[in-house]
């Protein structure tokens, strides 16, 4: 079994930072892309960024020079650097990890962000 358990977010002025980590356990003995997305209340889940095994990465235009998503192989992290938080970041933020032995994406349980006005 797989778990992704997530660290991190909560409330925060407009302007201000944050920084999410995700932690991959169990039976896993490799990891191709991880990434985050988020769903705010009354819309669809939406990929905020993505990073593959080698370090690519990939934003949404929405976060672009905001965020920087970044990942740790060995210990089999993902992290979200959230700088410049507008009230439109809000949402519940989900980490996300390909497991290349099990062939199936894990998700993690969501973390909450507030960014106030």
């Known amino acids: 079994q797989v778990q992704l358990v997530e660290s991190g977010g909560g409330l925060v002025q407009a302007g201000g930072s944050l920084r999410f980590s995700c932690a991959a356990s169990?039976?896993?003995?490799?990891?191709?892309?991880m990434g985050w997305y988020r769903q705010a209340p009354g819309k669809q889940r939406e990929l905020v960024a993505t990073?593959?095994?080698?370090?690519?990465?990939n934003y949404a235009d929405s976060v672009k020079g905001r965020f920087t998503i970044s990942r740790d192989n060995a210990k089999k992290t993902v992290t979200l650097q959230m700088n410049s938080l507008k009230p439109e970041d809000t949402a519940v933020y989900y980490c996300?990890?390909?497991?290349?032995?099990?062939?199936?994406?894990?998700w993690g349980q969501g973390t909450q962000v507030t960014v106030s006005s």
């Open positions: 996300n990890a390909d497991i290349a032995n099990w062939g199936k994406v894990y």
């Open positions: 169990g039976s896993i003995f490799s990891i191709n892309d």
């Open positions: 990073i593959t095994r080698g370090g690519s990465t």
